[in-house]
């Protein structure tokens, strides 16, 4: 089946520097890949959506000049959170369609990184 | 998309069915319903999707009532494993370029 796959698991990183975070399709073309943002005890909230070899898509509130995105292939997508605060910690989750598995709307979701910024 | 209910925590001891609802009352006639889960610190599993018939698959089954404006989904035997948040998605087929939104869904804890 399909498998994305996610990198960094987890990363403690300083306030102030940039954590960048991979989102590979290991077995299947993604020309759209989503980000999503988890924090404790709360449901996923879209952040953006990535588009390869166009610009990303953000949802309303999302700043895109903190959270860069890059879809440069149709296996990759990184997001990259910029000078990450304590209240950028959270757990980040990456999805993509393989629509050979039954539709739109069927997503297959990374492991998830979890991002602590101190 | 339209909006569903679902309740926020069930139990069921392991080993028997686990039956989680979803109300989706606003439903129209081309939106599918999907459920996915999220086990802990991991990131959302699909389950199973619908129109109108039943669906069945290898990890559960999904019963849609005749009006559609509720649906079911059956974990047959449940085992340990299967504690996670179920979301209960109700979505067009072609959903455009748009991500899925998840709700608060269902925290399904199976007792031993």
């Known amino acids: 089946g399909a498998v994305v796959s996610q990198h960094p698991s987890w990363v403690i990183c300083k306030s102030g520097t940039s954590v960048k975070i991979e989102c590979r399709s290991l077995d299947f073309q993604a020309t759209t890949m989503f980000w999503y943002r988890q924090f404790p005890k709360q449901s996923l909230m879209l952040m953006a959506t990535?588009?390869?070899?166009?610009?990303?898509?953000?949802e309303q509130g999302v700043e895109k000049d903190k959270f860069l995105i890059n879809h440069a292939s149709l296996t990759l997508s990184t997001l990259t959170v910029t000078s990450a605060h304590p209240e950028d910690s959270s757990f980040y989750i990456c999805?993509?369609?393989?629509?050979?598995?039954?539709?739109?709307?069927?997503?297959?979701f990374g492991a998830g990184s979890r991002l602590t910024v101190l | 998309d339209a909006k569903t209910t679902q309740p926020p925590s069930m139990d069921c001891a392991e080993g028997r069915a686990a039956n989680l609802p979803c109300n989706h009352s606003t439903i129209s006639g081309n939106e599918y319903v999907y459920w996915y889960r999220q086990i802990h610190s991991q990131g959302p599993q699909y389950i199973i999707h619908?129109?109108?018939n039943n669906e069945t698959n290898e990890m559960a089954s999904l019963i849609i009532t005749e009006d559609r404006k509720s649906s079911t989904l059956i974990l047959p035997h449940a085992t340990l494993r299967d504690t996670a948040v179920y979301y209960c998605i109700v979505r067009v087929e072609g959903g455009g370029a748009d991500g899925l939104t998840f709700g608060k869904g269902t925290h399904l804890i199976i007792q031993p």
């Open positions: 619908g129109l109108k």
């Open positions: 990535s588009n390869e070899g166009s610009k990303a898509t953000y």
């Open positions: 999805s993509a369609r393989d629509r050979g598995l039954g539709g739109a709307n069927v997503l297959t």
